[in-house]
């Protein structure tokens, strides 16, 4: 089946045109001026902006945390993420201690492989480093998995060494692959939750004091010079504070190849959202931070030292006692109230994967932040390319998957909690305005998402076999 795209503007990461673009079965074949209708169904897009597929690095479906999960699994934050616009989705496997990385990474893509509504990939947690890992990871590459994800904190749970970070990144390099990372101080962070449990705070805003920002700074710093002296990559996800941008773009001038990410919900609350009634809603880690720390990061966006938006996505219930409807059904999900009386029992997350797209075009690219072709950098070609899966996705160009998003520029949106797809019982956006949003989703040629009704399903999205040595930006 072919779709003509007619007279829509076509943006990329290069430039916006008018154009006509040609979709033949899944692939972009043709763009350009009056092409021939032939047997093609044609969509009129005057008036609307066709961009690229949003490309999702950061999220995390059905993930067990403290006696509960993550409510969205990988239909249902799938179809969130189709409804604002993002056809691929990165997840992250998780190694349980002694196991393999092969382990973790059959559980994942079987949980994964029925439900996946859009297309869909992992990044694998190494979480408990060994001879036996060290052997396993240059065998991840011919299953299409590129990327290793470190963390320095959850000491005890996910944080190996520095020592080991330093040689999971030499066989990162060795085999094409490339090393992502979590910041923060694990030390600090278990002393200070001691001393804090011990004289007694438990509420939620505990769970930002006890995460310092100047952590962050510290371990980057620290997490860069052993890039920079293992010659190695590196990927700092989640960034939050403007000290550890500053890392980040100091070590960038001296030619370290370390790239960062950030996500919607540092741009737009701090640490003060913790003192709300409902202050666990808005407890993630690392944690909300200041005005100054959201500025600094939509100046990284814009300047382009910060490479791409994800999301983080990891929503809980906000009150998992009571049940919501969701898909017609009664659906109760233990969440943020198992740490009313301890804030280190809350589980860690947020729900956003739904509103990435619309939230930066507004709050960036009409507010004059943010360039069309920033934007599109920011959402889609930039992880595409810096996780292996450019031109197939994050662009629209001839060969590429027709993952089109027709976008309406003028199109309103109110975010809140009855029109959210994401499973969960709560928006930390509720009632904010966006004008700009998505019309039609398409992936790889077929129709998921047409206004506000869902044609995708179960199933559908395919696992993505991703290069090695990938570009670094
Ligand atoms: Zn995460």
Known sequence: MSILFRGGAVATEIETKIADLLVIGD???TIGVDLPVLDAKVVDCDGLILLPGGVEPHAHFSLPM??????DNHFTGHRAAAFGGTTTVMDFTSQSPGDSLQQSIDLSRSKAAEMAAVDYSFHVNVTDFSDNIEREIPRLPSQGLTTLKVFTAYNGRLRISNEEIS???HIATENGMLVMIHIEDGDEIDSLVERALSDGYTAPIWHARTRPAHGEALAG????EIAESSKASLYIVHITTAGLLNQINSGRKRGVSVMSETCPQYLFFTEEDLLKPDGANWVCSPPLRTVDDNEALWQGLSDGSIQTVGTDHCPFFADGETAIEYDGQQLTIPGKELGKSDFTRIPNGLPSIEHRMSLLWTFGVSAGKLSVQRFVELTATNPARIFGLYPRKGTLLPGS???IILWDPSRKHTIGVTSSHMRTDHELWEGFEVEGYPVQVYLRGC???????????AGFGQFLHRQTNAQVL
């Not at 403290?66 to 409510?71: A, Q």
């Open 221 to 224: 710093r620290r997490a860069i």
């Open 167 to 169: 040689k999971v990144l």
């Open 401 to 403: 998957d027709a993952d």
């Open 447 to 457: 129709l998921l998402v047409d206004g506000d009704k869902w044609l995708g399903k």
């Open 66 to 71: 403290f006696d509960t999960i993550s409510s």
């Open 27 to 29: 692939k972009i074949t």
